[in-house]
């Protein structure tokens, strides 16, 4: 069975600290990992993976697929309360399957 | 541009009542979804589309039907609601069904079921 596992659950940091989010997978077909940020509504888009050891980055967060060891990171350096939020990631499979974990709750301190 | 509007934003409905969550999309992508999303379950799909004209079911389709008439359209429909499909509704989208485009999902439908 498809599943994605994230970890940790859930995180509280102070502002300034870096973050470490964990996501493996077991999928068949694997095509990307993509990670998304959810606030109060949407999921909102941040990386998709497709390559390993190639690192993504996008101002203070970036994430990183190894295809070998079936797992991704997500990075977040200097953390600010903006960052609190769920983040969720998602293996694709196949022709039209998205597996998400449960997502890891970040509340980040002032 | 709007993306993906869904509506309603909430809705309480009582049980054995019929209900349709809309879902547009103004990006011309190609495949749709309807998600739900549970605490301490996650995100789950119940149905796709990854054209116009054909849908698929996905991990959660008891109680739910779908309909692809045209590319911009995905409404969901709940036959006779149950308090078990209370939960966040969100409908995505994607360039292509292939899993190699990222999901863009609109704000979400909350239904509490009573």
């Known amino acids: 069975e498809d599943k994605v596992v994230q970890s940790p659950l859930s995180l509280v940091v102070h502002e300034g600290d870096t973050v470490t989010l964990n996501c493996s997978y077991e999928?068949?077909?694997?095509?990307?990992l993509l990670w998304y940020k959810q606030e109060k509504k949407a999921p909102t888009f941040l990386f998709m993976l497709?390559?390993?050891?190639i690192e993504k980055k996008s101002g203070r967060l970036s994430s990183i697929l190894d295809k070998k060891e079936l797992f991704s990171i997500l990075n977040i350096t200097a953390t600010q309360t903006g960052d609190s939020a769920i983040y969720l990631c998602a293996a694709a499979s196949g022709t039209y399957k998205y597996i998400f974990g449960t997502g890891t709750r970040l509340k980040v301190l002032a | 541009t709007a993306g993906i509007t869904q509506a309603p934003t909430s809705q309480i409905l009582a049980a054995g009542r019929s209900m349709t969550l809309r879902c547009t999309q103004d990006m011309r992508h190609n495949a749709m979804y309807w998600y739900r999303q549970d605490l301490g379950l996650g995100l789950r799909l119940i149905h796709y589309s990854n054209t116009a004209g054909t849908t698929g079911k996905g991990e959660v389709p008891d109680g739910y039907s779908v309909s692809r008439a045209n590319t911009d359209d995905f409404p969901l429909t709940l036959a006779s609601a149950v308090p078990s499909q209370t939960s966040v509704y969100f409908c995505?989208?994607?360039?292509?069904?292939?899993?190699?485009?990222?999901?863009?999902f609109g704000n979400g439908t909350r239904l509490t079921v009573t």
């Open positions: 999928v068949t077909n694997f095509r990307s």
């Open positions: 497709t390559s390993s050891g």
């Open positions: 995505a989208s994607s360039s292509y069904g292939q899993g190699s485009s990222p999901l863009h």
